[in-house]
């Protein structure tokens, strides 16, 4: 059964960088594609964009200027750096395998940005 | 403005059916596979419907979907309270190069 779960800070500071990691047990990461989708509070889902199994990238193109996803194989872990945030990128961040969908997904964490 | 359109909500008594509409283009669901969602709130979204209309395991045959040009529709038939969550329609678009959702739909079971 694959899981995932994500981590990292629950406050980021306007302009600075969020980061986050999601930590996959029961696949490798290196035979998937895995996506990052976000959801603002008391909105809809966003998709950040996805890393393959071989490391390319696909990046929401509103996005793609700050984002950086990527793949730490001896982890098992995918990763999300979003440079320069703002309050607009407060939200619940989730890792999910992509295929033609989206399964499974993480439980979702909640990044606030604010100083 | 999301890339697809959904209702914003819908209703339904339980027991009832009903069916909630994605509408899209010739570049995203005219082209290409679309997914379903559903999220109760507080929760991840849950995969309901892959391919316009196969069901993964362990998803029952109350929910079906389909996909008719430029369109897709979810359908729940004998509604139970438990089914009262936000769904989501997603697919990829050529044209940006991106997964598209679309902007949810609530159900309701009165």
């Known amino acids: 059964q694959v899981q995932l779960q994500e981590s990292g800070p629950g406050l980021v500071k306007p302009s600075e960088t969020l980061s986050l990691t999601c930590t996959v047990s029961?696949?490798?990461?290196?035979?998937?594609?895995w996506s990052w989708i976000r959801q603002p509070p008391g909105k809809g889902l966003e998709w950040i964009g996805y890393v393959s199994y071989s490391g390319n990238t696909n990046y929401n193109a509103s996005l793609k200027s700050r984002v950086t996803v990527s793949l730490d194989t001896s982890k098992n872990q995918v990763s999300l750096k979003l440079t320069s945030v703002t309050a607009a990128d407060t939200a619940v961040y989730y890792c999910?395998?992509?295929?033609?969908?989206?399964?499974?997904w993480g439980q979702g964490t909640l990044v606030t940005v604010s100083s | 403005q999301s890339v697809l359109t959904q209702p914003p909500s819908v209703s339904a008594a339980p027991g009832q059916k009903v069916t909630i509409s994605c509408s899209g283009s010739?570049?995203?669901?005219?082209?290409?596979?679309v997914s379903w969602y559903q999220q109760v709130p507080g929760t991840a979204p849950k995969f309901l419907i892959y391919d316009n209309s196969e069901r993964p395991s362990g998803i029952p045959d109350r929910f079906s979907g389909s996909r008719s040009g430029t369109s897709a529709t979810l359908g729940i038939t004998g509604l139970q309270t438990g089914d009262e969550a936000e769904y989501y329609c997603?697919?990829?678009?050529?044209?940006?190069?991106?997964?598209?959702f679309g902007g949810g739909t609530k159900l309701t079971v009165l």
């Open positions: 997603a697919t990829w678009d050529n044209s940006l190069s991106a997964v598209v």
């Open positions: 029961g696949a490798f990461i290196n035979s998937h594609y």
């Open positions: 999910a395998r992509h295929e033609a969908y989206f399964h499974p």
């Open positions: 010739s570049s995203n669901i005219g082209s290409n596979y």
